[in-house]
């Protein structure tokens, strides 16, 4: 009797070991949660304007689309209709609901199979965060063990929250919230009764009851949830009633808000600079919530500028449009007859132009034909080509001819003259544009585009490094001016010159219309963007000199070390040299544009407050005169077109060999703001195609409907150090008294003329050429070479 009481007392401590080994063994694999706080799943980052307008969800194209919100902005509706749906007894039990076991065995030993189950809340969570989904004996002792354990850790209130933000919905959609955007287009604390409904009964089938793919399913669902509080005493009989009765609302946007994907440049540029600040797995998976800077209007009235101009440059040059339009189908067949005909032999070869006849067109495809042969015509750029209202029909109109070239060199035996899938022909590249458009007064980027389409990509605004043309020369100017080498009003000599290069051939820099006018004042110069003049203020100034005046404007690109440099050989991309043109326009004070505003993480702790660090880099008396030069180019020079915009404004345009590059760059009081256009191929945009033609009417465009909405001030007057003084502007000295003709000039103090201008008919051309007779000394070659 003894001995069997001794065997029993064994058995139970060996039974309790035993049970105590399981809960140690498999409670090691329980993360370590003590409370929500522990909880730190995977959330998504999004990137949002001042008004909290969502523009974008950043995420890791396979990650969870989660964000974890607390207990309290989860309303009681939808706490309640996910115990009744998935675990009435939830604030009853300690993790394990045996009763539910019990009925379950019950059912699968009926059925000869494992198929039913009746995990609680707390055990469903367990799986989620620690267990494969298998439906095995071990993997339930498992979860029932660990089932106890969350239970010691975590209240019922802090599993529940934890449960409603794991949980998977349907559609990558993790969690409470992001279901509630998903499905209906709010925020989770937002949801009535019907929705919480509707959530709960897709936690058990997502797909099968997901509301947008199967409604009736998930209205059938959800009258079920519905009932289930009804009947465990969660709400009233009429409650439910109406409820059932209420119709299913989805989102038809599926939680993508009026203005996400809106700003697909903008949005790239501010991850860009976040991927300088935080690492990836931060950036994509850290629940961010990431304050831009950017302006909404300002951003649309860009993007429709940019569009507009580079729809007009098309139509000038005939890019993305027909070459000729045929009379009849007798036609088509003389055009094929007539033209590349040597496709049989040679087949479509890399880089050569095709005029190829529309055959075909309707709404998903467009063939054409070359010769005796038949192509499928892309419709890339899309956007570009079929803009909204538009058909393709109308786009690639039967028996319109356009130049085109092959996607890829198709041999002359894979050709057909009936299968258009065995060629695909391209139209030919067009131009591209990018603006950027900048607070001059704090260095927020209001506005960003980076190409027609905008979207993904090569983003032009911040990637695109081209050289800026005679952009550049109100920074050789500048550089000048603040060495007291030159004045606005000194005389330089426009003409032939040649700079001898040691050890290479000379160089003699060309004016862009190949004309030399002689004498001109700086100011004309800068204004009529003569090459040769700023060659010769480079030589004066030195290479080093304009380099560390760049580098004040905040100029970081690599520069050449030669003169060339005068005439913006230098390469950049347009946020760079916008940036350093707003240094000018606050009177000389520097600071790193910036498209980011705040970063705070998922607690609403701050990670990141941008604030500008203006640092004063440049006089404010030469920031002033640069920027009085620079008027002069809209008044009276190359900007004319600038006059439009209904504000005073200062600006330069750019122009590289070949056309290739056209720049217009300028600002207000209130706003910098620069345009680039060009060829991703390098290629050049065709005749007269100058900074003036191509980039000032979009810079034109965005500045005069954006002061439409922001007015500018006008330009302050002179500052501290800055006199003026009564000149000729033949000579650059001082007016003689009652003479006419008599203009004002301001000057740096101290270099204002103290000579009287000679009689003219005592002039000598060679005392007034280069500055000899004005206030500061006679001009004098820098020690530099330049090249």
């Known amino acids: ?96 609901n045996f009763v539910g076991i019990a009925k379950a065995m019950y059912r699968n030993l009926r059925r000869g199979q494992l198929s039913q189950g009746a995990s609680t809340i707390t055990q469903q969570l367990v799986k989620n965060l620690v267990l494969s989904p298998e439906r095995t004996i071990r993997r339930k002792i498992q979860e029932a063990i660990l089932a106890f354990e969350l239970e010691d850790n975590l209240t019922k209130d802090e599993i529940l929250t934890i449960y409603l933000n794991e949980v998977f919905f349907g559609s990558r959609a993790y969690g409470v919230e992001e279901a509630s955007r998903y499905y209906f287009g709010h925020g989770a604390a937002e949801l009535n009764l019907p929705e919480a409904a509707t959530l709960a009964g897709l936690v058990q089938s997502p797909n099968r009851y997901n509301p947008h793919f199967h409604p009736d399913e998930a209205l059938g669902r959800r009258a079920y949830v519905l009932r289930q509080l009804w009947e465990k005493g969660f709400i009233e009989e009429a409650v439910y009633r109406e409820a059932d009765a209420a119709p299913l609302v989805l989102d038809p946007n599926r939680g993508v808000g009026p203005w996400e994907g809106r700003f697909p440049s903008y949005v790239d540029a501010a991850t860009r600079e976040l991927r300088e600040r935080f690492d990836d797995a931060t950036i994509y998976s850290g629940g961010l919530h990431i304050v831009v800077a950017v302006d909404r209007d300002a951003q649309a009235i860009a993007e429709e500028a940019v569009q507009a101009g580079l729809r007009d440059y098309d139509g000038r040059h005939g890019y993305l449009r027909p070459f000729r339009e045929l009379a009849s189908d007798a036609d088509v067949e003389e055009w094929r007859r007539d033209h590349d005909a040597d496709v049989a032999t040679l087949g479509l070869q890399h880089g050569r132009e095709y005029r190829a006849v529309v055959l075909t067109s309707d709404e998903a495809h467009t063939v054409v034909g070359i010769g005796p042969y038949v192509a499928t015509l892309s419709r890339e750029p899309g956007s570009r080509l079929c803009p909204t209202g538009e058909q393709w029909a109308e786009v690639f109109a039967p028996r319109d001819v356009f130049t085109v070239t092959p996607a890829a060199v198709v041999p002359p035996a894979s050709l057909s003259e009936s299968d258009p899938t065995t060629a695909t022909v391209q139209l030919l590249p067009s131009a591209e544009a990018a603006l950027v458009a900048i607070s001059v007064s704090d260095r927020r980027v209001v506005a960003l585009v980076g190409g027609y389409a905008s979207a993904g990509g090569f983003n032009r605004a911040v990637q695109a490094r081209r050289q800026v043309g005679s ?203 620069g345009v680039w256009v060009g060829r991703d191929d390098n290629g050049e945009l065709g005749r007269g195609e100058t900074g003036g033609h191509s980039a000032a009417p979009i810079w034109v465009d965005f500045m005069t409907r954006y002061i439409e909405l922001h007015a500018a001030p006008p330009f302050p007057g002179p500052p501290p150090g800055i006199v003026s003084a009564t000149i000729d502007p033949s000579t650059g000295l001082l007016a003689r008294p009652g003479s006419a003709g008599g203009v004002s000039e301001f000057f740096l103090d101290g270099t204002a003329p103290t000579e009287l201008a000679p009689d003219p008919t005592e002039r000598s051309v060679d005392s007034i050429l280069l500055g000899t007779g004005g206030g500061v000394p006679p001009a004098q070659p820098s020690d530099e070479d330049g090249f």
């Open 1 to 96: 009797m003894l001995f069997a009481v001794v065997l029993a007392m064994f058995g139970v401590l060996a039974g309790v070991a035993g049970v105590a080994g399981l809960v140690r063994y498999y409670g090691q694999e329980l993360p370590d949660i003590h409370g929500v706080r522990d909880y730190q799943p995977r959330q998504v980052s999004r990137i949002v304007d001042v008004d909290g307008n969502v523009l974008a969800t950043l995420t890791d194209s396979a990650a969870e689309v989660r964000t974890v919100i607390p207990f309290e902005q989860i309303p009681q509706a939808m706490r309640d209709a996910m115990i009744a749906a998935e675990d009435a007894q939830f604030y009853q039990h300690r993790g394990i």
């Open 471 to 673: 952009a550049f020369k109100p920074v050789v100017y500048g550089a000048a001016l603040a060495r007291r080498t030159i004045t606005p009003a000194t005389i330089l000599l426009d003409q032939p010159v040649t700079f001898p290069i040691p050890g290479q051939p000379t160089w003699q820099p060309q004016n862009y219309d190949g004309r030399y006018l002689g004498p001109l004042s700086i100011r004309e110069a800068l204004a009529r963007s003569r090459n040769v003049a700023a060659v010769r203020v480079l030589d004066l100034v030195g290479l080093n000199a304009a380099t560390e005046f760049a580098r004040a404007l905040g100029v970081t690109a690599d520069l050449p070390t030669n003169l060339t440099l005068a005439l913006g050989s230098a390469e950049m991309p347009p946020f760079e040299l916008t940036n350093a043109y707003a240094t000018l326009a606050t009177g000389g004070w520097r600071a790193d544009a910036s498209t980011l505003l705040r970063v705070t993480d998922t607690t609403g702790a701050v990670l990141l407050a941008v604030e500008p660090e203006l640092e004063q880099t440049v006089d404010a008396a030469v920031a002033w005169l640069t920027t009085s030069l620079m008027r002069s180019v809209v008044t009276s020079g190359t900007g004319s077109a600038a006059r439009r915009v209904g504000a005073e404004v200062a600006a330069k345009t750019g122009t590289t060999n070949g056309a290739r590059d056209a720049w217009f760059v300028g600002f207000s009081t209130e706003l910098a703001t």
